[in-house]
């Protein structure tokens, strides 16, 4: 019935959940092969640079106290919003994320309002006409979707409509013509997994008796469908969504690297390929932070959905 | 899909063939719907013709498998399950069959409903209450206008004002349906809703579009007596008022006693009898009718065998010569096998069976085969070869079991037992003291003799399963104490093997109490693994209690899936008297089954409670069944005891409301008390 304490309760979690992603990543650092400032000056001097010159970069960038002590400096800076800065452009990495942020959340909405457009009326087709040609075909295609590496989609769909086509710009960012191809090439793969899973979810709630209810006050059969099959059948539908969400960032990566979109992923890779390791971590953590938060919305949004789901009970 | 017999041809929509039947309603004419089936189509309803007159109420009475729902359904174009190919049905003149979506969509929304069999299944979990009525009074007054984002309120698509308005009458209906503070419940989920409350939601939504015929598919089965009674009463009271006809599907003798007009009886498929229900319940015509009328535990004696129908109903596959219930029939000679029984058309309506069985042609005795095997007959066989005539004279003489006032110690006793469970208050509640507390079990002090059976009766929420929940230590009482033998009954998992021994349960529904994934030799052998027995012992033993439950050895292997609801309950009492315990509870044993069942599953716990010296806690809120085995009755309100003692005293005379409101509320047949 009341929400707030459970609230309070899945709140005091993620808090703890986010202390511990903070811990493993600042370890990330120490983890590393060799001494991080000994390579960052190399790689910035282009020369191996001398004992007083390392010295120098530890004090610069506190490296020289105990690792404790580090750890609750780095992270009082990061809970005021600094993620520290990059070491090789000096420019705030908070600033880069920012920057590189709305191409990714672009793409990672417009995937996903691209595979729910896919998938949910594949697979409620696919079940209300259970074992049929419509639904061999869906099933197939699922199947097709979920086999097929992205990057290779990507191309594919490059090869198609941007070259030989023509009707969609190759790579880059900025405008809609140039989400298409990747929104439709991340999103297809999320589709592939969530059809199959509204079809099945569909099947088990197309045999319950609240339909004929339906049925039987004069409804149309889409409304019944539409209406009162799929509210019931989304449940376990979100519960993946959510979880899809964290694969959306994986698939990102790829997908920005292949149409060339200065995203979150690219700025990630860029980053490992560089060892520029406070970017790595800044972004390691964002990403925790923004999983945590949506697994939490996840979760709140099934009381919506079901409204039998009594939100935490009792939280002790 | 449907093919339309050749003398039964009307137009489609065309109401306006003269024809004697045009009063009529509903006009079901030689109706034949089948299932597919791997082993072929099974016929499940084969050839039933009957018809309804506006404001008339007809009650569909027969076992379970008899095809009753499936013609309900069929009624209303409902495909699943079952095709209907053959026979025609008529609503209002039009022939819902060959009708277009639309038409049949109208007739839905105008001039038929439905209420369904079980209210956890009847509203859709996912919208409140307020919505699901007020979509029917949506598609009542705009049949046409259907578009689905406005039904999903989507913004900008849907009519706001027309909603508020539709949830405003919502309200109006739920008050007549007799939900108390409708404007509050309005918003509530189903789930907040008790069994009785969402079965009166269900008849708000059909009473919504204002239907000339109600039909109701066994709508009070899944409630307790006193909400069933208050029910029936409202359907009454709403159909009266409205002049609206209404079909009745019921195995419950005594609700079609209660409501029904006329009754259609029906088997395998095919009407058996029809004619008023007065007629039919005091003189019935067919042997099935008359059996299914003697298997009511008010007809029979006190702890004595109630009087069955052997065998099942049978699955219809392919052609079978004959009456259907010839090999299940007393009266049966060989030219049942073959041929179709006549139907025979009488004044106030039909029998179908052989000429001279009829009853009721002459005078009781006038027949040529009138002696009539269900009674006293096959009751004295059936005595003889299962019980030795000394058990049967020990129970049915009048020495009462050994009594709690005996210098005996009770095998089980209470004292001062009382359960409270805290409610999801919240914060808020919990702040300002307004915390929700159930006090599901009073102050309860009683005993339990050795050897008796004790009926725990009240209404749903009266606390009965908690108080078998503490004595089976599945609950821990929140004070007081509960004793089994003398020694403190502790948590279930708290207790040595010894202990829990002593206590088997049977609970009501076995189809969720069984594993379904277990064939039934294993389910029996549960309790046998955990207690240890080796391999051939367990075997063995599980063997011995299938008999003594009335199955065999073919079934071990079978899974619960493949059993019928009397079988599975005989697997349930198999497994809890598997350990020879000395009590057994019995949580509504016989609630889910048909009266036939339900009478030899009563059968066979009194066989066992002689042969095994058994004491019984019996729950159950059917008060026939209390009346004919308990020994003592205890009633409980509001988890406390209001009344308790000897059943005939208490029954007969009871002293306090709560017990004659439970007595009032049993639907009777006022004929059959002799």
Not at chain 2, 179 to 193: K, L, N, S
Not at chain 2, 348 to 370: K, Y
Not at chain 2, 509 to 531: G, K, T, W
Request: charged residues 25%.
């Amino acid at each position: 019935m009341d929400t707030a304490p459970y609230l309070v309760h899945r709140f005091g979690t993620s808090l703890v959940v986010l202390a511990g992603v903070s811990v493993v990543t600042y370890g990330l650092l120490f983890l590393t092969p060799g001494d991080p400032a000994e390579v960052i000056l190399s790689q910035q001097l282009d020369r191996q640079p001398s004992e007083a010159e390392i010295e120098a970069f530890r004090a610069e960038h506190g490296m020289d106290e105990p690792v404790p002590l580090q750890y609750a400096d780095w992270l009082t800076d990061v809970l005021r919003g600094d993620l520290g800065t990059s070491y090789y452009s000096d420019a705030s990495i908070s600033a880069l994320i920012l920057d590189a942020l709305p191409l990714t959340l672009e793409l990672a909405a417009a995937s996903v309002v691209v595979a729910l457009a896919l998938a949910i009326p594949t697979g409620v087709l696919s079940a209300v006409h259970r074992g049929t040609a419509i639904d061999r075909a869906s099933q197939l295609g699922a199947l097709v979707g979920v086999s097929m590496p992205n990057f290779w989609l990507g191309y594919l769909l490059i090869l198609v409509f941007a070259l030989t086509l023509g009707v969609f710009p190759v790579a880059g960012a900025g405008s809609y013509s140039q989400l298409v191809l990747p929104a439709v090439t991340l999103g297809t793969g999320m589709a592939a997994v969530l059809t199959r899973l509204v079809r099945s979810s569909m099947l088990d709630v197309l045999d319950e008796g609240y339909l004929d209810t339906a049925r039987s006050k004069g409804l149309r059969e889409r409304i019944v469908v539409y209406k009162h099959a799929l509210r019931n059948a989304l449940v376990p539908v979100v519960t993946i969504l959510g979880v899809q969400l964290g694969a959306l960032l994986n698939g990102a990566v790829v997908i920005e690297i292949v149409f060339q979109r200065p995203g979150l992923g690219m700025l990630l890779v860029d980053a490992v390929f560089e060892r520029n390791y406070p970017v790595v971590q800044g972004i390691t953590l964002f990403t925790a932070v923004a999983f945590v938060v949506t697994n939490l919305l996840v979760d709140l949004s099934y009381r919506y959905l079901d409204p039998r789901v009594e939100l935490g009970g009792d939280p002790t | 899909m449907t093919t339309t017999p050749p003398t039964l041809e009307y137009g489609p929509d065309d109401a306006a063939t003269p024809d004697d039947e045009s009063t009529d309603l509903l006009a079901v004419e030689n109706l034949q719907v089948q299932f597919g089936t791997y082993d072929g189509p099974v016929r499940a309803v084969d050839g039933v013709s009957f018809s309804v007159e506006p404001g008339e109420t007809v009650g569909i009475v027969g076992e379970s498998g008899c095809g009753k729902s499936v013609t309900a359904r069929s009624i209303v174009g409902l495909q699943e399950p079952g095709e209907v190919v053959g026979g025609t049905v008529h609503i209002d003149g039009v022939n819902v069959h060959e009708a277009s979506d639309r038409t049949r969509r109208r007739l839905r929304g105008d001039t038929v409903s439905m209420v369904f069999q079980d209210p956890d299944q009847t509203l859709n979990p996912a919208f409140d209450v307020g919505e699901q009525i007020a979509e029917s009074l949506k598609v009542h007054d705009q049949p046409e206008r259907q578009r689905l984002l406005d039904y999903l309120h989507a913004p900008l698509f849907a009519s706001r004002s027309d909603w508020r308005d539709h949830r405003k009458r919502a309200v109006e209906l739920m008050a007549q349906v007799g939900i108390d503070d409708p404007a509050d419940r309005v918003d509530d989920y189903p789930h907040e809703f008790s069994g009785g409350m969402r079965q009166r939601a269900g008849l708000a939504i059909a009473l919504a579009s204002d239907p000339d015929l109600l039909i109701a598919d066994e709508p009070t089965t899944a409630l307790d007596t006193t909400t069933q009674a208050q029910l029936l009463d409202r359907f009454r009271r709403l159909t009266d008022e409205r002049n609206m006809a209404t079909l009745l599907i019921t195995h419950d003798l005594g609700v079609v006693a209660d409501i029904c007009d006329r009754v259609v009886v029906l088997y395998a498929g095919q009407v058996m009898e029809t004619g008023p229900t007065d007629r039919v319940l005091a003189e019935p015509h067919h042997p099935y009718t008359r059996a299914l009328l003697e298997c009511r535990t008010s007809r029979a004696a006190r702890k004595q065998r109630v009087p069955t129908i052997e065998g099942a109903v049978p699955d219809r596959l392919g052609e079978q010569p004959g009456c259907p219930f010839a090999p299940r029939c007393p009266a049966a000679v060989d030219t049942c096998q073959e041929g179709k029984p006549p139907t025979f058309e009488r004044d106030d309506g039909t029998v179908r069976c052989r000429e001279g069985v009829v009853f009721g042609e002459s005078d009781d005795d006038g027949g040529p085969v009138l002696e009539y095997g269900c009674g006293e007959t096959q009751c004295a066989r059936e005595d003889s070869s299962t019980t030795s005539d000394t058990a049967t004279a020990t129970a049915r003489s009048a020495s009462p079991p050994p009594r709690p006032d005996d210098d005996t110690d009770p095998l089980v006793s209470l004292e001062g037992v009382s359960k409270r469970y805290q409610q999801a208050g919240g914060l808020l509640r919990r702040l300002l003291g307004t915390d929700r507390c159930l006090q599901a079990v009073d102050d309860v002090t009683l005993e339990i003799a050795a050897g008796e059976t004790l009926g725990l009766v009240g209404e749903s929420g009266s606390g009965k399963s908690t108080l078998a929940d503490l004595v089976t230590g599945l609950e821990t009482p929140t004070s007081g104490a509960v004793r089994f033998d003398g020694d403190p009954v502790g948590a279930a998992g708290t207790r040595t093997a010894a202990t829990l021994h002593d206590v088997g349960v049977v609970f009501q529904n076995p189809r969720s109490s069984l594993n379904p994934r277990l064939p039934v030799a294993q389910v029996i052998a549960e309790p046998l693994y955990a207690d240890g027995w080796e391999d051939q012992r367990r075997r063995d033993r599980v063997g011995e209690l299938l008999e003594s439950v009335g199955l065999s050895e073919r079934h071990t292997e079978r899974y619960p899936h493949e059993l019928s609801g009397g079988q599975l309950q005989r697997v349930a009492i198999a497994r809890a008297i598997a350990l020879e315990p000395r009590l057994v509870v019995l949580d509504e044993p016989v609630s889910a089954l048909d009266v036939s069942v339900q009478a030899r599953v009563l059968n066979l716990l009194l066989e066992l409670q002689r042969e095994l010296e058994l004491t019984y806690l019996l729950i159950s809120h059917d008060l026939d069944v209390v009346e004919h085995v308990s020994d003592r009755v205890v009633v409980l309100s509001n988890g406390e005891v209001v009344e308790a003692g000897q059943t005939e005293r208490v029954l007969a005379e009871p002293s306090h409301p709560e017990t004659a409101a439970l007595v009032e509320a049993v639907p009777r047949l006022e004929h059959s008390s002799q």
